[in-house]
């Protein structure tokens, strides 16, 4: 199944952007700076009199560029990947009704949508650049278009905290590295509890985040969910190294 979903994940027609992108281009260029550093003392000092600082820029410039380079797999690959894995590990009958919370550009909203043929798929999202380059609504419409899901895509501009959704109207919500950019803790916790609230009993909720996922599982089990589960997502979802690896909190609703 895992070979399926990154068959699947594989032929992106999308333009997704860089998540943070701030975050990257500032690992590589400082970087980069670095050895360019390293290389400028051993060429115009005594080798004996600089190899501490020498050793240390290449050591660290090396360090940054590799974590850039890991930063930018999982934003431009891996994301992908590992997400087909776990849409299709539901095993969708494909006429579920699924949200994405903070869709952005679409990376996990329209492999959802791919995977329900006579379903829905609604993203909500603020559309903040700062998350994510060129993050627009019409930049994710595109990129439905591109997809050719368009016609089972419904995008709404929202905040996760205060969700324009009925109880229980969805079977499966997902997020994928949106809600730590709430910046609150209370307002966090409203968050995930808004994501048990819209989804259906016996529905299933998949969260995935850098931060905070033992603070999402212990609210979802607070608020009666069942299942309740963390696990890492290993290295293709790691943003720079294993220091910020990204989470996967799952539940389902109670009933």
Not at 38 to 45: C, I, K, M, Q
Not at 88 to 101: I, P, T
Request: with cysteine.
């Amino acid at each position: 199944m895992a070979e399926v979903g990154e068959a699947r994940a594989g032929a992106r027609r999308g333009e997704y952007g860089i998540d943070a992108p701030a975050v990257p281009a500032s690992m590589g260029g400082v970087g980069v700076l670095l050895l360019v550093l390293g290389f400028v003392l051993l060429s115009t000092r005594p080798v004996g009199a600089v190899l501490g600082w020498t050793i240390w820029a290449f050591a660290v410039g090396g360090y940054l560029i590799l974590s850039a380079s890991s930063y930018l797999y999982t934003t431009r690959r891996g994301t992908f990947r590992v997400w087909a894995g776990l849409l299709d590990g539901l095993d969708l009958r494909g006429d579920e009704r699924l949200l994405d919370l903070g869709c952005g550009r679409g990376a996990v909203l329209l492999l959802a949508a791919q995977r329900l043929p006579n379903g829905h798929a609604v993203g909500v999202d603020l559309w903040r650049s700062v998350d994510q380059s060129g993050n627009t609504e019409a930049a994710t419409r595109a990129n439905a278009e591109a997809e050719g899901v368009s016609a089972r895509v419904e995008l709404c501009t929202g905040d996760m905290t205060e969700l324009p959704f009925d109880d229980g109207a969805f079977d499966v919500v997902v997020s994928s590295l949106a809600i730590h950019n709430i910046p609150s803790t209370p307002a966090r916790a409203r968050a995930v509890a808004e994501a048990l609230r819209v989804v259906r009993p016996g529905g299933r909720i998949l969260l995935a985040d850098i931060r905070n996922a033992r603070t999402y599982a212990r609210v979802l089990r607070g608020a009666g969910a069942t299942g309740v589960r963390c696990r890492r997502l290993g290295p293709r979802f790691w943003y720079g190294g294993p220091w910020v690896a990204t989470t996967l909190v799952t539940a389902r609703r109670a009933g």
